[in-house]
């Protein structure tokens, strides 16, 4: 198989505005997913009659984005949810073609103030994927991919917690695995962007503060639950803190670059 | 007019699942939205025959949620882009009917670690909001939408920068208005909800360490921009990240609370 570094474009995906804010590198596109905690799925259910014309539905989702031997070595999304979801029903139910899917992955980076409301902006990563969601059956794929989900989340956690998960678990898990079709990265950094004539008017410059406020998103101490029996923090859990934390704070101050 | 407290619920909105964490009500959804500093919104492009069948997309975008004189003091969500963009085109262009889009707000407050990665879970507050999109054309509601949507970023920012905007930015700019027709927030807080067998299990419970690890979004110092002629950050600005990062590590907190 021939391995691209980028998605192809078409209609879904190409950049119709700031196209010099835009790539469809495939790794740009996991480095966002890998960031994002939270992915946001929407598609569309079967029509309503009440509700014509069709609606999409968003559902904010965990999951991961993985290739390896499953997966012909092709960059999949892994999403994760219970085998009683719409979603996963839908999917259960359109093995051969899948369902299309759209995933974004936000990382809001800053506030970019400018001297009028139109210039204001805001600094962030931003993919958006289009693909065909399948429900895994194989139990090897699904234990895989629900490591890959709980890692993604919490770094190590799945050798860190009891596992493999019993039959029941698994019979209650529902897995999806999204084939993607076309993808695309857009990246705001750097500060505002103001007009001349703005930037000229003393009566505006004096008055008005330009700049960014930056922002990313921080950890706390962790709380143990009543039920919890070790005394002390893991350091897998306070290594994990500390990294994702680092992490994000370098990616908010790579952010004010240009 | 009839106002009530609650939106109607239908196939679309309506709890298939943790129907307790499941509220309807107005001020909820309301608290999310207003919190919630970027908005994913979904709509249906119009069908490209080579991506048959139709694919959702998604955009981050900016909003705000209000009512008043303009909206029949109904709630309603104004989303902010550009007037070229192929979301405000379709608005521009179905002005009777609007576009179906979903609207969801999502805010991350806590990685929820119990003894198995099955009952991992996020806290986490959601609200997924259905409805009709069409283009605002009335200059005075556009004005009034873009004051709302700059003073919901950056707090009371639209009076200390320079408006009103000027003939060729309100061209320019593109407004939505999306009549809600049903709306659901979910939410989750605090801790780990483990099954007995595991926590009757000594070589489990001793190893793996349970609770919550709370996160909120938090902003750092501003950075002037070069073209910055105000010499210190102005209290609007100062207050508005003091009290934004208050409100947001109140909110982690409260997540803590069953």
Redesign the interface.
Known sequence: MTLTNTYPQ???SKA??YAKRVTYDKDAVRDIVDAA??L?V????PP?E??E????????M?GAMCSGTFTDDEQVIYLHG?S???LFRLGAGQQE?GI?????A?L?DG?V??????N?S?N?R?A?I?GYATKVTDTDEMMHA??LI?NH??TD??T????P??KS?LT??GILRVQI?TASVKIRNG??H?DKK??K?EA???????????????????????????SQ??AS?TTW?EDTNDMRKGH?MES?KE
């Open positions: 078409d209609e879904r119709k505005r905690p939270i946001h929407s598609f569309n259910a309503i009440s509700t014309p069709q609606f999409p539905t968003i559902l904010p965990l219970s009683a979801a719409r073609s299309p899917v759209c995933i974004a936000t809001l506030y103030l400018a001297l009028t409301p139109f204001h805001c962030y931003s958006v289009f629900m490591e709980t989340l919490v956690r799945w860190n917690s009891r596992t998960p019993t678990e209650a898990t079709d500060g505002p103001d703005d930037l008017d505006t410059t004096s008055r008005v503060w330009t700049g960014v406020v930056p922002v990313h998103q921080v950890m706390g101490e962790p709380i143990a639950s009543p039920d919890n029996m070790v923090v893991p859990i803190i908010m004010m």
